[in-house]
């Protein structure tokens, strides 16, 4: 079994937080209408940029072991919440587009499939509550310009 994780948040003034967890801190806050300043990231935005770091680190990685000459890497994640409490994820889309020189839709389709269902921890406890859809794209990278 792994090291156990910690994190910890501080009240700093009306709906203002801090999360710290090692050496990083991340400012926490609600959206005014909740009584927050929007003066940080919201709880459950920072859940989907999980689930977006989790599964952009996987793929990443096994492009790369892959060979695969990716030269940019974005995935975007988009949730929509339950209407009653506790307002949970019910869908949410993740889409990954690669930017790179002959990049194999084999090779992508592959990673995305074994963070989806094999690695990808966030995935894996979103998807208790949540439909997640997955889709990508890919971009064929310009040459660089020969100068004579």
Known sequence: ???????????????????????????????????????GVSPMSL???????????????ILR??????????????GVRADEHPRVFT??????TV???SVSETAVARAIELSRDKYCGAAATLRHTATLHYSHEIIEAAEPEVTP
């Open 91 to 96: 869908e949410i889309w993740v889409r990954f």
């Open 65 to 78: 072991k892959k060979q695969q000459d990716v030269t940019a890497f974005e995935v975007e994640v988009e």
């Open 99 to 101: 930017t790179g020189h």
């Open 47 to 61: 859940m989907l940029t999980s689930l977006a770091g989790c599964t952009a680190m996987d793929v990443i990685s």
């Open 1 to 39: 079994m792994s090291e156990p994780r910690s994190s910890k948040v501080v009240l700093r003034s009306d709906m203002i937080f801090t999360a710290y967890n090692n050496s990083f801190t991340i400012p926490l806050d609600a959206r005014p209408e909740a009584g927050g300043h929007s003066a």
